[in-house]
């Protein structure tokens, strides 16, 4: 089914199967089921004071929990802006999207209380979500609760899911591919969310809720294959926003499991394409989507009903990606001979790990400059990690160890460098100076 | 529980959750990215197995705060004073 905003398509199941399960979720111990008419019913209850409060941008830390699916559903049915945060957030970030209220834990509200000083009183229906990874320039895309139905409509059309399905949500809701594949592909379809119970529950989640979907990054599939981890419930994963090394499909397709694929950004609502056949990386486009190549191989995405309404407040961010509806990603990619879109890599200099952390490798390498001063440098990524490629020798490992060890005390774990590499000569650069990263990928990787 | 005595329970579950570090020379000052072969999902088994171990409870904000070997022996210590 397409619908055009939350309230519609939770309406819709409260009123055509209001006894279907709609969510399930821990609470001490013991597994809760709420239908879609509890579910239907306790979001407009919510909505209902929200709409009273007065507020017009709420500040959402996306614990993942039922209460907070509840706020994010019942603030944007309430006509308010929702911006969707992680443990992270920053005043900066509160102050850009005009938030004047915050939803999550007092440990994370309290210190940013005072940056709500905003008003958005247009923001009605619209979602923000933050870019990862940058720092310098934070960027929160606009979308609206119009194109992320488009969007799960999408999904849902290449790879249905039915009521008696259940869809395992373990990824983070602020990023579009977990809210999007991880809870609302679910919801479109009439089936049963999952809400997974965070990092800790990591190892029993699946043996906890017995999923029959499950949507996933690589680094965290990866994990839950060799630990064995995945309940026999399970016949369908969807793996997105990152690169994923090919034992993994294949071990999931030897277990019986289907596979597919997503590409997508945040700025196209999630995917735009999946793979549905058993090549689990040539992948079809979506219904509503056009995808073109330019001469240089970039991808280009035209999909009017789920393309974002743009970066907020940053026209000029906008229009340099942006052109005639048309989304110029810094992706690479190439059709083959069944009009099927394979993903070669990236022109743009961002790293996009298994877990799915963006990394902006200009902005990270000028972090790192300061502690490395003088020194020919590039940060890559090698088999999933982040590596850090030096012209020296390996006396200088401690050295430099030490050197970039304040820079890497601010990073979060996952946005680590976990490898140092030396290397005799100087790094390729081009005429400007720009380092040339696929010529020092090859050349890592095969020394 | 002594100091030394966290310190080696702790090397014991890091070589367990991740055998690949088996053969690696762990220390306090050991830095978990880039002197060990842990990533972030045996990092999350690794304390979720010192919580259970140790019956203590490492706030999941914290967690990306430990930086070091020596840093998840201090978040155990501190919590179980």
């Given at each position: 089914?397409?619908?055009?905003?939350?309230?519609?398509?939770?309406?819709?199941?409260?009123?055509?199967t209001p006894?279907?399960?709609?969510?399930?979720?821990e609470?001490?111990g013991?597994?809760q089921?709420?239908?879609?008419?509890?579910?239907?019913?306790?979001?407009?209850?919510?909505?209902?004071?929200?709409?009273?409060?007065?507020?017009t941008?709420?500040?959402l830390?996306?614990?993942?929990?039922?209460?907070?699916?509840?706020?994010?559903?019942?603030?944007?049915?309430?006509?308010?802006?929702?911006?969707?945060?992680?443990?992270?957030?920053?005043?900066?970030?509160?102050?850009?999207?005009?938030?004047?209220?915050?939803?999550?834990?007092?440990?994370?509200?309290?210190?940013?209380?005072?940056?709500?000083?905003?008003?958005?009183?247009?923001?009605?229906?619209?979602?923000?979500?933050?870019?990862?990874?940058?720092?310098?320039?934070?960027?929160?895309?606009?979308?609206?609760?119009?194109?992320?139905?488009?969007?799960a409509?999408?999904?849902?059309?290449?790879?249905?899911?039915?009521?008696?399905?259940?869809?395992?949500?373990?990824?983070?809701?602020?990023?579009?591919?977990?809210?999007?594949?991880?809870?609302?592909?679910?919801?479109?379809?009439?089936?049963?969310?999952?809400?997974?119970?965070?990092?800790?529950?990591?190892?029993?989640d699946?043996?906890?809720?017995?999923?029959?979907?499950?949507?996933?990054?690589?680094?965290?599939?990866?994990?839950?294959?060799?630990?064995?981890?995945?309940?026999?419930?399970?016949?369908?994963?969807?793996?997105?926003?990152?690169?994923?090394?090919?034992?993994?499909?294949?071990?999931?397709?030897?277990?019986?499991?289907?596979?597919?694929?997503?590409?997508?950004?945040?700025?196209?609502?999630?995917?735009?394409?999946l793979?549905?056949?058993?090549?689990?990386?040539?992948?079809?486009?979506?219904?509503?989507?056009?995808?073109?190549?330019?001469?240089?191989?970039?991808?280009?995405?035209h999909c009017?009903?789920?393309?974002?309404?743009?970066?907020?407040?940053?026209?000029?961010?906008?229009?340099?990606?942006?052109?005639?509806g048309?989304?110029?990603?810094?992706?690479?990619?190439?059709?083959?001979?069944?009009?099927?879109?394979?993903?070669?890599?990236?022109?743009?200099?961002?790293?996009?790990?298994?877990?799915?952390?963006?990394?902006?490798?200009?902005?990270?390498?000028?972090?790192?400059?300061?502690?490395?001063?003088?020194?020919?440098?590039?940060?890559?990524?090698?088999?999933?990690?982040?590596?850090?490629?030096?012209?020296?020798?390996?006396?200088?490992?401690?050295?430099?160890?030490?050197?970039?060890?304040?820079?890497?005390?601010?990073?979060?774990?996952?946005?680590?460098?976990?490898?140092?590499?030396?290397?005799?000569?100087?790094?390729?650069?081009?005429?400007?100076?720009?380092?040339?990263?696929?010529?020092?990928?090859?050349?890592?990787v095969?020394? | 529980?002594?100091?030394?005595?966290?310190?080696?329970?702790?090397?014991?579950?890091?070589?367990?959750?991740?055998?690949?570090?088996?053969?690696?020379?762990l220390?306090?000052?050991?830095v978990?990215?880039t002197d060990?072969?842990?990533?972030?999902?045996g990092?999350?088994?690794?304390?979720?197995?010192?919580?259970?171990?140790?019956?203590?409870?490492?706030?999941?904000?914290?967690?990306?705060?430990?930086?070091?070997?020596?840093?998840?022996?201090?978040?155990?210590?501190?919590?179980?004073?």
């Amino acid at each position: 089914m397409r619908f055009s905003s939350f309230d519609e398509l939770l309406r819709y199941y409260a009123k055509n199967t209001p006894q279907a399960p709609a969510l399930q979720f821990e609470t001490a111990g013991k597994l809760q089921t709420l239908d879609y008419a509890a579910l239907y019913e306790t979001i407009q209850s919510r909505s209902a004071v929200l709409k009273r409060s007065g507020h017009t941008c709420l500040g959402l830390f996306c614990d993942g929990s039922f209460a907070c699916v509840v706020e994010l559903f019942a603030a944007v049915s309430a006509g308010l802006q929702v911006v969707l945060l992680n443990e992270n957030a920053t005043a900066q970030q509160l102050q850009l999207t005009d938030v004047d209220t915050l939803w999550g834990d007092d440990d994370l509200t309290q210190p940013l209380l005072s940056a709500c000083t905003g008003s958005a009183p247009n923001g009605a229906g619209q979602l923000l979500f933050f870019t990862s990874g940058t720092t310098a320039k934070t960027k929160a895309v606009a979308l609206t609760e119009k194109s992320l139905c488009a969007s799960a409509y999408n999904g849902g059309a290449l790879l249905p899911l039915a009521p008696q399905d259940r869809l395992l949500c373990m990824l983070p809701i602020d990023h579009v591919f977990g809210f999007v594949c991880g809870l609302l592909w679910g919801l479109s379809c009439g089936a049963c969310v999952a809400l997974g119970r965070g990092p800790r529950h990591y190892f029993d989640d699946c043996a906890f809720f017995r999923p029959t979907a499950l949507s996933a990054v690589p680094l965290l599939l990866g994990f839950l294959l060799q630990k064995n981890l995945l309940s026999d419930s399970l016949r369908l994963i969807l793996i997105g926003a990152g690169d994923c090394p090919t034992q993994i499909p294949a071990a999931l397709q030897a277990m019986g499991i289907r596979v597919s694929f997503g590409y997508g950004l945040t700025e196209t609502s999630s995917g735009v394409a999946l793979s549905l056949g058993s090549d689990p990386y040539a992948m079809t486009v979506c219904p509503d989507d056009t995808i073109t190549l330019a001469e240089d191989g970039e991808i280009l995405i035209h999909c009017p009903s789920c393309m974002m309404q743009g970066y907020y407040k940053d026209a000029e961010a906008t229009t340099a990606v942006l052109q005639n509806g048309v989304l110029h990603t810094g992706d690479l990619g190439s059709f083959d001979a069944q009009g099927l879109l394979h993903i070669i890599g990236r022109k743009k200099e961002i790293l996009v790990l298994r877990d799915g952390t963006k990394i902006f490798l200009p902005e990270y390498e000028r972090d790192l400059a300061a502690a490395l001063a003088g020194k020919d440098f590039a940060v890559i990524e090698e088999n999933g990690t982040i590596t850090l490629v030096l012209r020296g020798d390996n006396s200088e490992r401690d050295a430099v160890q030490r050197a970039i060890e304040p820079v890497m005390q601010t990073q979060p774990f996952g946005r680590r460098i976990k490898q140092i590499r030396f290397v005799n000569q100087p790094l390729p650069r081009t005429a400007t100076g720009k380092i040339k990263r696929w010529v020092l990928q090859q050349k890592v990787v095969t020394e | 529980m002594t100091r030394q005595e966290i310190l080696e329970q702790t090397l014991e579950i890091v070589h367990e959750c991740v055998p690949e570090t088996e053969g690696q020379e762990l220390k306090e000052s050991s830095v978990i990215n880039t002197d060990t072969a842990i990533d972030s999902m045996g990092f999350t088994l690794i304390i979720c197995r010192l919580e259970a171990t140790f019956n203590v409870k490492i706030p999941d904000r914290q967690w990306q705060k430990l930086y070091t070997l020596g840093d998840v022996v201090d978040a155990i210590e501190k919590r179980l004073k």
